[in-house]
């Protein structure tokens, strides 16, 4: 170990402009204007696969954005590992609060800063380091191991399940490790056992077949407006609860010893409302306590909302159409596609008298959850503490990586969720950024993982 760390710590400036050079290719996966910076940030990722000693290094188009495959096996008898990242990002607006360019990385205060650099291309490269640390010092790896990066997971990973269940075989491996989530604090690290799934829906609300004069009409003609606040209204009762039928049957309820974990960890409301600048926090289902509200229980939320006259001054209309955008964050053993249903069903009946009301289906993704005491996330737990001299917090996660139980599910294996940014760090934000007092220690609790798996 001490020859890795030595290794690592050497390298670490040079690593670090490494990191820098594809914190520069704004690979934002949800706007065609950067379908070629997508592909760049999947070529390099490859080339820099190659260059550590990888092999089989492929870049396999898909009908969205490519992923990057690559893999290292020779160890006959020790475990195969697969490591899961993505290189994608999200947009970068409000572009005006970032204090330095989003892409132009800049180092202040040991933090880098770029869109990107904690989620997920900055946790994603710390695995390249930990393979290319293993491969210059012992001349092998501990394990065999595959990389499977892809350029889609921030709109939903659509191309990924296919491309797992067509090369399962390709896939094949004994657990799936995964850097794309936070630690609990500075300084103590988190394994995270589970996450939110999500399904998203629109609804598009429908009265005359054109906007009215208000002063013609007003108060004979419905207005779209009114209807669809009257109609989102009805998908949460007084105590915040999402008021469609059976939107809770499936709920997994917390065992009574997560709930004593959940406290034991603390919640400081205080300090949150201060930094969020709120003096209530009201959101949600009133009889939960707010750490397992933002994470173990499910949500239904209105995304945005639009219709009629939105310009400068007043316009005296009756508007003839309405418009949200709802999504829902899930978790086991709720399914995305049977609570679509039900809000649909919902929305369709409660539809007020007077207007046409359609709602599409769009994305879904499933909820994760894992035994902790699964013996490879014991293993990660070993791994933490040896490098942060800190046994890590056991957590549930808000968010969502689809496709994480799809690894789970398709390929039949455990996914190991480690993470190295902080909850800080101002993901999908301005500002966002990685502290580096996490990256050569990152590198290091990885190298460290794979070395441990095979005792
Ligand atoms: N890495 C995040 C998810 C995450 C955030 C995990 C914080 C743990 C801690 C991921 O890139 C993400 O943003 N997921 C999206 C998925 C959606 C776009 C389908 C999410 O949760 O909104
Ligand atoms: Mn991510
Ligand atoms: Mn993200």
């Not at 009946?349 to 879904?364: F, H, I, N, S």
């Amino acid at each position: 170990m001490s020859q890795l760390s030595d290794f690592v710590s050497q390298n670490h400036h040079q690593n670090v402009e490494e990191l820098k050079e594809l914190l520069r290719i704004p690979s934002i996966s949800s706007l065609s204007e950067h379908k070629e910076d997508i592909q760049k940030a999947a070529s390099w990722i490859a080339n820099k696969l190659e260059s550590i000693g990888m092999e089989h290094v492929e870049i396999v188009q898909t009908k969205g954005h490519p992923i990057v495959y690559a893999d290292w096996l020779h160890q006959e008898n020790a475990p195969t590992v697969l490591v899961y990242g993505h290189y994608d990002v999200q947009p970068v607006d409000p572009i005006h609060l970032w204090e330095t360019p989003p892409f132009e990385p800049d180092i202040r205060d040991e933090k880098i800063f770029a869109r990107g650099a904690t989620d997920d291309k900055g946790q994603t490269f710390l695995h390249i380091k930990a393979v290319e640390a293993l491969l210059k010092v012992e001349n092998k790896l501990p394990v065999n191991l595959k990389f499977c990066i892809e350029g889609e997971e921030e709109i939903g990973s659509p191309n990924l399940p296919q491309f797992l269940a067509e090369n399962k075989e390709k896939l094949a491996c004994d657990v799936v490790i995964i850097s794309d989530s936070d630690m609990w604090d500075r300084g103590v690290p988190a394994i995270t056992y589970s996450l939110r799934g999500l399904c998203a829906l629109e609804v598009s609300l429908k009265t005359a077949n054109t906007d009215l004069h208000s002063g013609m009409f007003g108060g004979g003609v419905q207005n779209a407006n009114h209807l669809l606040v009257q109609l989102l209204s009805t998908l949460h009762d007084a105590n915040g609860k999402v008021n469609v039928d059976q939107f809770y049957d499936d709920v997994l309820e917390l065992t009574e010893f997560e709930k004593e974990q959940i406290k034991a960890l603390g919640f400081d409301e205080e300090k949150l409302k201060k930094s969020l600048g709120l003096t209530e926090l009201t959101g949600g289902e009133s009889n939960y306590p707010y750490p397992e509200k933002i994470s173990s229980r499910p949500t239904l939320e209105l995304n945005g909302i639009w219709g009629g006259f939105q310009g400068e001054g007043t316009k005296t209309v009756i508007p003839n159409e309405a418009h949200a955008k709802i999504t829902c964050r899930l978790v086991n053993n709720q399914n995305p596609e049977k609570i679509q249903g039900l809000i649909k069903k919902h929305l369709e009946e409660q539809a007020p008298k007077g207007c046409t009301v359609k709602v599409t289906l769009q994305d879904t993704g499933n909820p994760f959850l894992t035994p902790i005491d699964d013996p490879m996330i014991q293993k990660a737990a070993q791994a933490y503490e040896k490098v942060y001299g800190k046994a890590p917090v056991y957590k549930r996660e808000g968010g969502s990586i689809p496709i994480v139980s799809d690894f789970n599910h398709t390929l039949n294996t455990p996914v190991v969720l480690m993470g190295f940014g902080l909850p800080d760090e101002n993901l999908h934000a301005p500002n966002e950024h990685f502290n580096l007092e996490n990256f050569d220690k990152g590198i290091l609790t990885i190298c460290t993982f794979l070395e441990l798996i095979c005792e």
